[in-house]
């Protein structure tokens, strides 16, 4: 009877019946591996690793739900239909028959991927959690070339741009950004948008050279979905702020590769757009009496004055008479003067909220206001993209060399200019000369950093990433100690002079006597450890004495003698020598006491803190040996 063996008529259990493998799937769908492969991609599929793996290892498992998921996929059938159509096309070009053939073309089957975004993400916050990779994918294919013979298409680069360039404009207009770094990588951004944090890498502009061993086919698919996600979180977002989708595009300021600054200006000019048609609805005298001018200018003087001059009384006796209707209602209000709870309660309530949205939006005020009083200017060598980007998203006005530009580089107001050179021609007195870094160190600090160590031809101070934790690493680098007693000294939260004033003297005598009186506490809790530590040990001794055959009084004998001779000696009671190293045996204890899992994690454990104690100490090492080769360095110059 072989392993597996199953009676017949009884069903499946267990393993068997969850998961099945990939080969099974495909002729369960009659799909190919590469369709197959798309349509997981598309709908969210990912391959399963059961306990037992029935079939081998060396297979890969499917959920049985999934598979029955996926059999019932539209996609599934417009693929088929597309398959027929693009067979047609092929029969009709073998028999020359081009009428035919390009009637066929025309008239290709379509599909939409809408209803994957509605079925993935039924709300907009699950879709804003899941915008990392997408927002990446994009930024990614944005900068590639156009490629045959890895099948990138001109339309999808134009697609991803254009979408990034949204998504740029719209973090732009609302001072979203929080984070920027500039690794090798590319340049990292986070921003906050409906209280959902969200990173993303932007590669450098530099020419892409595309890789043989990437299969482009399978990020081509995921692009294919990120692209109708990112469209569908735009005109949520842009929807969202009373913006009009998609924004206007500036032809002139894209042929100067100025997009991003087109995008921005498209945004304010539709804003504008739009409050100017808001204005134009409201039945205002005004509007009234230049629609009446405008009708006289053409023509049409009697009817439509005597009808717009109807409507105006009309819309003034209406108004009269609601006022009339609001003046008899808080005249009886003010009449009444017994208030209930429930109003105290609604308008504590009231407070309330305001309170909380003034605390939301206390960080974007602070990223608004940062560049607020600043005009850069970006010479041609710096990346003008991304400080366009953190300039405009800090509230600070920028220009560039090139077309396009919204004021030139003579201009007097300019208080910065951003240079990456070591040497600069002509230089203008009334403005600072700074590194690019510098506008990325005050956007992570969010203060104005002093632009002394940022200046043409220094080395600037190390940049530091936002997104790692100095403290819980346990390595705080001199800048960033720098960065903070600079923050403190910018918000006023400098620590007083100890000593100043009585109240400070009493508050610091009762923190003295608190201290003291933890520090008795634990000397308590430590002595009680030592004695129970102490009982312990004699239970254990005992016992391996018994363990080993020697009598109890034997024992007794034994350590009277060594008591004695001890006493005699010293003329004291003699701790066991083993007290001190209390904290290794309780360790070494609980580990004898825990189970194999939870070993071998506290092991994991102390391995990963030991490998961040070697970093920090590998730190401290390269820091000490530096600044004894500055010291030779200065020591040699003065000889």
Same mark, same amino acid.
């Given at each position: 009877?072989?392993?597996?063996?199953?009676?017949?008529?009884?069903?499946?259990?267990?393993?068997?019946?969850?998961?099945?493998?990939?080969?099974?799937?495909?002729?369960?769908?009659?799909?190919?591996?590469?369709?197959?492969?798309?349509?997981?991609?598309?709908?969210?599929?990912?391959?399963?690793?059961?306990?037992?793996?029935?079939?081998?290892?060396?297979?890969?498992?499917?959920?049985?739900?999934?598979?029955?998921?996926?059999?019932?996929?539209?996609?599934?059938?417009?693929?088929?239909?597309?398959?027929?159509?693009?067979?047609?096309?092929?029969?009709?070009?073998?028999?020359?028959?081009?009428?035919?053939?390009?009637?066929?073309?025309?008239?290709?089957?379509?599909?939409?991927?809408?209803?994957?975004?509605?079925?993935?993400?039924?709300?907009?916050?699950?879709?804003?959690?899941?915008?990392?990779?997408?927002?990446?994918?994009?930024?990614?294919?944005?900068?590639?070339?156009?490629?045959?013979?890895?099948?990138?298409?001109?339309?999808?680069?134009?697609?991803?741009?254009?979408?990034?360039?949204?998504?740029?404009?719209?973090?732009?207009?609302?001072?979203?950004?929080?984070?920027?770094?500039?690794?090798?990588?590319?340049?990292?951004?986070?921003?906050?948008?409906?209280?959902?944090?969200?990173?993303?890498? *932007?590669?450098?502009?530099?020419?892409?050279?595309?890789?043989?061993?990437?299969?482009?086919?399978?990020?081509?698919?995921?692009?294919?979905?990120?692209?109708?996600? *990112?469209?569908?979180?735009?005109?949520?977002?842009?929807?969202?702020?009373?913006?009009?989708?998609?924004?206007?595009?500036?032809?002139?300021?894209?042929?100067?590769?100025?997009?991003?600054?087109?995008?921005?200006?498209?945004?304010?000019?539709?804003?504008?757009?739009?409050?100017?048609?808001?204005?134009?609805?409201?039945?205002?005298?005004?509007?009234?009496?230049?629609?009446?001018?405008?009708?006289?200018?053409?023509?049409?003087?009697?009817?439509?004055?005597?009808?717009?001059?109807?409507?105006?009384?009309?819309?003034?006796?209406?108004?009269?008479?609601?006022?009339?209707?609001?003046?008899?209602?808080?005249?009886?209000?003010?009449?009444?003067? *017994?208030? *209930?709870?429930?109003?105290?309660?609604?308008?504590?309530?009231?407070?309330?909220?305001?309170?909380?949205?003034?605390?939301?939006?206390?960080?974007?005020?602070?990223?608004?206001?940062?560049?607020?009083?600043?005009?850069?200017?970006?010479?041609?060598?710096?990346?003008?993209?991304?400080?366009?980007?953190?300039?405009?998203?800090?509230?600070?006005?920028?220009?560039?060399?090139?077309?396009?530009?919204?004021?030139?580089?003579?201009?007097?107001?300019?208080?910065?200019?951003?240079?990456?050179?070591?040497?600069?021609?002509?230089?203008?007195?009334?403005?600072?000369?700074?590194?690019?870094?510098?506008?990325?160190?005050?956007?992570?600090?969010?203060?104005?950093?002093?632009?002394?160590?940022?200046?043409?031809?220094?080395?600037?101070?190390?940049?530091?990433?936002?997104?790692?934790?100095?403290?819980?690493?346990?390595?705080?680098?001199?800048?960033?100690?720098?960065?903070?007693?600079?923050?403190?000294?910018?918000?006023?939260?400098?620590?007083?002079?100890?000593?100043?004033?009585?109240?400070?003297?009493?508050?610091?005598?009762?923190?003295?006597?608190?201290?003291?009186?933890?520090?008795?506490?634990?000397?308590?809790?430590?002595?009680?450890?030592?004695?129970?530590?102490?009982?312990?040990?004699?239970?254990?001794?005992?016992?391996?004495?018994?363990?080993?055959?020697?009598?109890?009084?034997?024992?007794?004998?034994?350590?009277?003698?060594?008591?004695?001779?001890?006493?005699?000696?010293?003329?004291?009671?003699?701790?066991?020598?083993?007290?001190?190293?209390?904290?290794?045996?309780?360790?070494?204890?609980?580990?004898?006491?825990?189970?194999?899992?939870?070993?071998?994690?506290?092991?994991?454990?102390?391995?990963?803190?030991?490998?961040?104690?070697?970093?920090?100490?590998?730190?401290?090492?390269?820091?000490?040996?530096?600044?004894?080769?500055?010291?030779?360095?200065?020591?040699?110059?003065?000889?």
């Amino acid at each position: 009877m072989p392993k597996h063996y199953r009676p017949p008529g009884k069903k499946k259990e267990g393993n068997v019946a969850k998961y099945i493998t990939r080969n099974k799937a495909l002729n369960r769908l009659q799909l190919k591996l590469a369709e197959f492969r798309r349509l997981c991609i598309l709908k969210g599929i990912h391959p399963r690793e059961p306990k037992k793996k029935f079939e081998g290892h060396n297979k890969t498992y499917y959920h049985v739900k999934d598979i029955n998921f996926l059999a019932h996929e539209p996609l599934l059938e417009k693929s088929r239909e597309i398959k027929v159509h693009e067979k047609k096309i092929k029969k009709a070009k073998a028999k020359l028959n081009r009428d035919l053939a390009e009637r066929l073309e025309r008239n290709l089957p379509s599909f939409s991927l809408d209803h994957l975004v509605k079925e993935r993400y039924p709300s907009f916050i699950d879709a804003l959690r899941d915008m990392d990779d997408p927002l990446t994918m994009i930024h990614l294919f944005a900068t590639l070339p156009a490629d045959r013979t890895h099948k990138i298409p001109v339309e999808r680069v134009h697609s991803c741009r254009r979408l990034s360039l949204e998504w740029q404009a719209f973090v732009t207009r609302t001072h979203s950004l929080r984070k920027v770094f500039i690794s090798v990588k590319g340049i990292y951004y986070q921003v906050e948008v409906a209280g959902q944090k969200i990173t993303w890498l *932007t590669p450098h502009v530099l020419s892409q050279v595309l890789p043989d061993d990437v299969d482009f086919r399978v990020m081509l698919t995921f692009v294919e979905f990120y692209e109708v996600l *990112t469209g569908f979180v735009n005109f949520k977002l842009y929807h969202s702020i009373g913006l009009k989708y998609p924004p206007l595009l500036n032809a002139d300021l894209e042929q100067a590769a100025a997009e991003l600054y087109g995008m921005m200006r498209g945004l304010v000019n539709e804003a504008q757009l739009q409050t100017d048609n808001n204005e134009s609805t409201k039945p205002e005298k005004d509007d009234l009496v230049k629609s009446v001018i405008e009708d006289v200018e053409f023509g049409e003087r009697e009817q439509r004055l005597k009808e717009k001059e109807q409507r105006l009384k009309e819309s003034q006796a209406r108004l009269a008479s609601l006022q009339d209707r609001l003046v008899k209602m808080e005249k009886d209000r003010a009449g009444i003067n *017994t208030e *209930t709870d429930d109003s105290h309660n609604g308008s504590a309530i009231i407070e309330k909220e305001d309170t909380v949205e003034e605390e939301e939006d206390e960080e974007t005020k602070l990223c608004k206001g940062l560049f607020k009083d600043l005009k850069f200017y970006l010479s041609r060598e710096v990346p003008r993209e991304s400080l366009l980007f953190v300039i405009r998203g800090f509230g600070g006005s920028v220009s560039w060399d090139g077309r396009g530009a919204p004021y030139e580089e003579s201009d007097d107001s300019i208080t910065h200019q951003v240079v990456d050179r070591p040497t600069q021609g002509h230089m203008f007195l009334s403005r600072d000369y700074i590194q690019p870094q510098w506008v990325y160190d005050c956007a992570n600090s969010r203060i104005l950093l002093p632009v002394d160590e940022y200046l043409v031809g220094r080395i600037p101070p190390p940049h530091l990433s936002p997104f790692v934790n100095n403290e819980a690493e346990g390595h705080v680098p001199e800048y960033a100690e720098a960065i903070k007693r600079l923050q403190s000294a910018a918000r006023n939260h400098l620590l007083p002079l100890p000593g100043t004033d009585e109240p400070e003297f009493e508050a610091q005598q009762s923190f003295l006597a608190s201290t003291v009186a933890r520090h008795s506490e634990h000397a308590e809790a430590a002595a009680r450890e030592i004695e129970a530590a102490a009982v312990e040990r004699a239970y254990m001794d005992d016992l391996s004495k018994e363990l080993s055959g020697i009598t109890y009084s034997a024992s007794l004998q034994v350590d009277t003698d060594v008591s004695d001779d001890k006493t005699e000696e010293e003329g004291h009671v003699v701790v066991p020598k083993d007290v001190p190293n209390e904290a290794v045996d309780d360790t070494a204890m609980a580990q004898m006491m825990m189970t194999r899992k939870s070993r071998k994690l506290y092991e994991a454990m102390q391995m990963g803190k030991s490998k961040k104690r070697a970093d920090i100490e590998l730190l401290k090492r390269r820091k000490r040996e530096a600044e004894e080769k500055g010291l030779s360095a200065k020591k040699s110059k003065r000889v």
